[in-house]
């Protein structure tokens, strides 16, 4: 049985988190999971039989690097079953919590040319003690903007983890 590989980038660790379910998810189905972080994500996909891409939002943006990663092996996620997830605090709307919904997934389609076979997008974590100054005080901005918690005590998780149990099912099932 060949491996099924998770790649993830997490700024404050939410993103790597929700991984970990999902691992811990496939591996009650039997499939052997390797979780690596972007930047220490495999030269070659040869290997495994599905991959996902995991990533956050840090001021409103994704890491290029998963632009990159994405260009490099474009052919090799088409070639077999693959996923991919956002975590964003916009997402901690209900109207705007679905791939379909959601501005800075429909942005990354739009910015790619990969084209996921499974998409999901999961709310993340407020939690302004561990930010620091700068960060802190850029998301309570961009919280106040948006109608958000703005308490510097605030800690919220946002991921309904219900929703992240049957994104894993749905991953779980794909089949070349």
Known sequence: MSKTLLI???QFGQTHKICQRIAEHLQSQGETVEMKPLAEAPQSLDGYGKVLLACSIYHGKYRPELYQYITDHQAELDAIP???FSVNLVARKPHKNAPDTNPYVKQFLQKTPWQ???LGVFGGVIHYQ???W???NIIRFIMWLTKGP???NSHIEYTQWERVDQFATEF???RP
Do not use: I, M, V
Request: charged letters at 25%; a positive charge.
């Open 130 to 132: 561990r930010y620091n």
């Open 134 to 136: 700068f960060d802190r």
């Open 82 to 84: 693959n996923a991919f």
């Open 150 to 152: 703005t308490d510097p």
């Open 8 to 10: 993830y980038a997490s």
């Open 116 to 118: 996921p076979k499974l």
């Open 172 to 174: 779980a099932g794909l």
